[in-house]
């Protein structure tokens, strides 16, 4: 079950949904409740070998902006 990313229209904020069965008609804004939301294109990973790996190519993932963590390994 994918997870998305989310912006709202109206208030300006930026969420996460998991979205279950790729149907995202009726996902609301948790700030202001609006259904005016738009799907954002992410980046998104995949582990192999026990190591995170980004479809981006960049060198850092997401949960360590500075290049080194011990979620990915690096």
């Known amino acids: 079950m994918p997870i998305y990313e989310f ?7 930026t969420f996460e949904e998991l ?3 790729g149907r995202i008609e009726g996902i609301k804004c948790p700030r202001c409740q609006s259904e ?3 799907k954002l294109m992410s980046a998104c990973a995949f582990k192999s070998g026990g190591k995170f ?4 190519g960049g060198t850092a993932c997401s949960s360590c902006a ?5 979620t990915c390994g690096r």
């Open 7 to 13: 912006t709202c229209r109206k208030c300006g904020e």
């Open 66 to 70: 500075g290049g080194t963590c011990s």
């Open 19 to 21: 979205v279950l069965g």
């Open 36 to 38: 005016e939301v738009e």
């Open 53 to 56: 790996v980004s479809s981006s």
